[in-house]
């Protein structure tokens, strides 16, 4: 499997065909699979972290959410990254200070994935 597409969704019906339906218009060579899982998410947010991944700062999540609360037009955020190999040393980091039109066309945000 080239590509694991995971959709996490709660009370979405209204929207859950044509999300799929985008999925599966995708043209592709590789090959995929689409994984929809029922998260029952009560939040306002999600936050994710992959089960390879730490968060470093204490403080992540507070700075997130409270950046999320002070600017309602913002619906996506992302933050610095430090790559580690397998015995926690450091080789590869990025640090960025973008505004949203950066982060609408530059398509530089990053996922553990």
């Known amino acids: 499997m080239t590509c694991s597409i995971f959709m996490p969704t709660y ?3 209204k929207y859950i065909k044509l999300a799929i ?3 599966l218009s995708q043209e592709t060579r590789y090959n995929w699979e ?3 899982n029922d998260d029952c998410s ?3 947010y999600i936050a994710i972290l992959e089960s390879d991944d730490i ?4 403080f992540k999540l507070e700075k997130q959410i409270y ?3 002070k600017n309602e037009y913002y619906g996506l955020i992302s933050s610095d990254f430090i790559r580690i190999d397998e015995n926690y040393i450091e080789f590869d980091s990025v640090s960025h200070d973008f505004d949203k039109i950066y982060a609408l066309f530059s398509n530089n945000l990053v996922h553990s994935t």
Do not use: A, Q
Request: aromatic share 16%.
């Open 34 to 36: 689409l994984l929809i």
């Open 67 to 69: 950046f999320l609360e």
């Open 42 to 44: 009560t939040g306002k």
């Open 11 to 13: 009370n979405y019906e």
């Open 21 to 23: 339906k985008s999925i």
């Open 55 to 58: 968060w470093i700062n204490e």
